[in-house]
């Protein structure tokens, strides 16, 4: 029985839900290379003579592909989870990689800028496509932790500029004369490899968990956190070490090595959670989280029954319901159509608040690279700079998803208001900026990074809470295209636009390569970003003002019945008990 019992568990283990988020996990952690733009940004720029604008340009449409995955989010809803990883897999091989052909001159002639943007378009747009087929996946998978879970999922993303980095200073080490363009070139495959080796993991599982099951969620979430957590603090204490020493060849190889191994560590976790899921199934079979249990049919019967005695289903009653479906949008918290959601005044919020608000922190990450050349920072500085902002980044993510989630579950804060209270702190980020106060862009990096994190998984997870999970996948990639549209205005009309004229005007570098060197060239156009930031924050304090009596309640009540799937997209019959109360029975799936 030994051997049968070891496949049982082996299968187990391949089919089980942890193993479907570690996998989500990974894929995230190689899913962030948008954000170390500004690292190779500058290669990009002198090897095919581009001017700040121009450049911003390319940063703009490296923003429009990472975010804008609506056709993604469609894709997932007629297609399995693999489908939609298999086609950011080969969208991010290829984009990258004819990115890096361009930058290296082994395309000739060099090619425009409308077909370079198109590159770094394709290649970004991979990651919409893996947040799609990973991310949302979790999401419905683990309902009632979704905050959880979308702070680890973003925040492993968070990480990855920091990850990539370390990567990359191991393969090529010091003697790279401060040529970027090999990192290129390891964002291309690398992404696409993981997403590959775990595309058969990464699936809806339509299992009841047990009430056992649903008890272990959040231990095992703190436990990955602990693991993310040793991996942050190591990766900031190396960069201060790379940052003070100068490492060799070996020394970089030894710190990627403790970076891949703290990766494969959760596995762990994978294999504790599953063991004791495998012992509760050999005591309590029907209770097991893997094995499907289906409802019986007198249950499923008893309660088609009474669904169709409270309200007789007649066509003319059918087409009547049809009509008002579409015109008149459920309660907050309930299945949202997208057309719905797209029309409502909490989208509208919401969304007017991610362009402006994620939009200027965008901003300052993608021109990191050349607000420290302007400020006078050495390129050791700068590529700290990118990996505080990486680090931070998951940090903010982790600590809004578990606080926030903490905070509404204990005590009904809004999650709307947290939002408003992590863009008002990003001001003084921007202001630093703008002032060039010496010495500052540490701190700077710090807060905008944090911020940055902090805010994304919140906006992400009201959009679940407010408009429900049945078309999350197109939802959630609508949220998204908020990002690059704040981009392009703030980065490309603004930040681009105003550096090009403080350039033009000091005469440096001579026409097509235009540089800037002084606190003028980001002062004014990161006192805009600052300004329309503080307006975002109001926008969202209106959305919590809204909302407030929807947070009150517990908006994740029907998740936590005992042998409700988690991910089931149902509707929910309200019945009456013995004592007159309410009590919400999941509808059988056909």
């Known amino acids: 029985m030994a051997p049968a019992a070891a496949a049982a568990f082996a299968a187990q283990v391949l089919r089980g839900r942890w193993l479907m988020a570690y996998g989500s996990f990974l894929i995230m952690s190689a899913a962030g290379a948008t954000y170390i733009f500004a690292i190779y940004s500058k290669d990009i720029k002198s090897t095919l003579g581009y001017t700040q604008e121009q450049l911003n340009t390319v940063g703009f449409f490296k923003d429009v592909g990472a975010n804008i995955g609506i056709h993604a989010g469609l894709i997932a809803e007629i297609t399995p989870p693999w489908v939609v990883l298999a086609v950011g897999a080969a969208m991010n091989l290829g984009g990258y990689l004819m990115l890096y052909l361009s ?121 990955f956190l602990y693991v993310s957590l040793g991996l942050a603090a190591y990766l900031l204490v190396v960069i201060v070490l790379q940052k003070r020493l ?9 710190s990627a090595a403790v970076v891949c191994a703290m990766l494969l560590l959760p596995l762990a976790i994978v294999l504790r959670e599953e063991a004791a899921l495998f012992k509760h199934n050999v005591r309590n079979a029907p209770e097991h989280d893997v094995t499907a249990v289906p409802p019986p049919a007198a249950t499923v019967a008893a309660i088609t029954k009474q669904e169709e005695a409270v309200v007789p289903a007649t066509p003319a009653l059918m087409k009547t319901r049809t009509w008002l479906a579409a015109l008149r949008p459920p309660a907050r918290g309930e299945d949202y159509t997208i057309l719905q959601a797209l029309v409502s005044v909490d989208m509208l919020l919401l969304f007017t608040a991610t362009v402006f608000g994620v939009g200027g922190t965008l901003t300052a990450i993608d021109n990191m690279g050349q607000i420290g050349e302007s400020l006078g920072y050495p390129q050791r500085s700068i590529a700290t700079f990118v990996s505080l902002i990486s680090i931070w980044n998951y940090l903010g993510r982790v600590a809004a998803g578990f606080a926030s989630e903490l905070l509404l579950a204990r005590y009904r804060v809004p999650r709307p208001l947290l939002v408003a209270g992590v863009l008002v702190l990003t001001v003084p980020g921007h202001l630093l900026i703008a002032f060039g106060v010496p010495g500052s862009l540490y701190a700077a990096s710090v807060l905008i990074g944090f911020c940055f994190g902090a805010a994304y998984p919140m906006i992400l997870a009201i959009i679940s809470e407010l408009f429900g999970l049945k078309y999350y996948s197109t939802l959630y990639n609508v949220g998204n295209v908020a990002s690059p549209i704040g981009s392009y205005i703030l980065n490309v009309r603004v930040a681009g636009r105003m550096y090009d004229r403080e350039a033009a005007a000091a005469a440096v570098g001579g026409k097509g390569g235009l540089t800037c060197i002084g606190v003028r060239c980001y002062r004014e156009s990161f006192l805009i970003v600052a300004a329309v930031t503080v307006g975002a924050a109001v926008v969202t304090l209106a959305l919590a003002w809204r909302t407030r009596a929807f947070y009150a309640g517990d908006i994740y009540a029907r998740f936590k019945e005992p042998g409700v799937s988690g991910n089931i997209n149902k509707e929910q019959a309200d019945q009456a008990d013995g004592h007159g109360r309410s009590v919400r029975q999941p509808k059988p799936e056909s």
């Open 246 to 254: 100068r490492f060799t060849r070996a020394e970089y190889a030894a």
């Open 103 to 223: 930058v290296t001159g082994k395309v000739r002639p060099a090619p425009p800028l409308w077909l370079v943007c198109l590159y770094i378009a394709v290649g970004a747009n991979s990651q919409a496509f893996a947040n799609t087929g990973a991310l949302v996946t979790c999401v419905k998978n683990f309902p009632a932790s979704r905050g959880v879970m979308l702070g680890l999922l973003k925040g492993f993303v968070g990480l990855s500029g920091a990850i990539f980095t370390q990567l990359y200073l191991a393969v090529y080490g010091p003697g790279g004369g401060g040529d970027t363009r090999p990192l290129i070139l390891l964002v291309g495959w690398l992404p696409a490899a993981i997403s590959v080796v775990f595309l058969a993991s990464i699936r809806i599982i339509r299992t009841p968990r047990s009430p056992a099951a649903a008890r272990r969620e959040y231990p095992a979430f703190c436990a």
